[in-house]
């Protein structure tokens, strides 16, 4: 190897190096959020962006909720809802909910509201470019909300790679309207900071842009 000085990376570093890995842009950032609510047996999702999604991205679903201990791993790295046991090739679902989480918040500053079906308390975490909070009660509808802030803001770099605020956008809806064809049953939205761009249900016709 010659005379390399090798040394272990802080955690921080590589979580961001990871995150690098999964969101490379904000439709990266909805895709994951998307696909963790469809598999969460969510009947409606909701997204909002402002900025195309640098400033704020929220993804609101009524599926069926996280209690305070899903919560809490949820957002911790190699943890997942995605392999019911240690076979890779059992995966019976789309999104790796304990890895889009982390990695999202190591570049960004994320808030996850969920509330369990059925029950009557709701809870928050808050995840800062890695670091997370407690597990706090919140007033919270049916079923789980992140909230991204700031993406890319510690790792200014990767903005630099970013398109234009209109086809950043464009590669959202594109994102959505291919998952609402792969889920004709569930109905999908977009919001930006102007107006709901669009909203529909493939299985019952309804569309609105």
Do not use: W
Request: glycine share 8%; aromatic share 6%; net charge positive.
């Amino acid at each position: 190897l010659g005379n390399m000085n090798l040394r272990r990376l802080p955690e921080g570093l590589v979580n961001r190096i990871a995150a690098g890995e999964v969101i490379e842009r904000p439709a990266a950032v909805v895709k994951e959020l998307v696909e963790n609510s469809i598999d969460a047996k969510s009947t409606r999702i909701d997204v909002a962006v402002s900025h195309s999604g640098k400033n704020f991205i929220s993804v609101s679903d009524n599926g069926e909720g996280m209690t305070p201990e899903e919560l809490e791993l949820a957002v911790d790295r190699h943890v997942t809802s995605k392999l019911l046991g240690e076979d890779l090739i059992d995966i019976r679902t789309l999104g790796f909910r304990g890895e889009a989480l982390p990695s999202i918040g190591s570049v960004a500053e994320v808030s996850i509201f969920s509330k369990v079906i059925g029950k009557s308390d709701g809870y928050v975490i808050e995840v800062n470019n890695g670091k997370k909070t407690k597990v706090r009660p919140a007033a919270v509808v049916q079923g789980t909300r992140v909230e991204v802030r700031d993406l890319f803001k510690k790792t200014p770099a990767r903005l630099k790679f970013l398109k234009t605020i209109r086809t950043e956008l464009d590669y959202i809806s594109n994102v959505i309207r291919r998952l609402a064809m792969a889920y004709p049953s569930i109905t999908f939205s977009l919001a930006d900071e102007n107006r709901r761009r669009f909203c529909y249900n493939m299985e019952h016709g309804n569309f609105l842009d």
